[in-house]
């Protein structure tokens, strides 16, 4: 739901934070009309907190560029490299 809503948001408050993203195969079932190659949408997760949060590599899914956020955030791309597998580049 956060993938679809373009933005990630995270509450670090309790501590730090690590977000994973969905796996590869249920990004690829969640989004079916997005071709292998193709660029989805950017999207910004931001620390809301004094704590650390960091935005994950997963399954299938390859950080591109550095996941850790600061209260501004970050913004990302999100783009599908074969059927399953997706990287997540870091754009600002």
Do not use: E, W, Y
């Not at 079932?29 to 190659?37: E, H, I, R, S």
């Amino acid at each position: 739901a956060q993938h679809r809503g373009q933005q990630a948001s995270q509450d670090a408050s309790g501590g730090n934070v690590t977000m994973p993203p969905l796996t590869g195969t249920l990004l690829a079932a969640a989004l079916p009309d997005l071709p292998t190659g193709g660029f989805l949408f950017l999207f910004c997760a931001s620390n809301h907190a004094t704590n650390t949060s960091t935005l994950s590599g997963g399954v299938d899914v390859t950080l591109v560029g550095s996941g850790a956020l600061t209260q501004t955030g970050g913004t990302f791309i999100l783009r599908k490299t074969a059927a399953t597998t997706f990287d997540l580049v870091r754009v600002g």
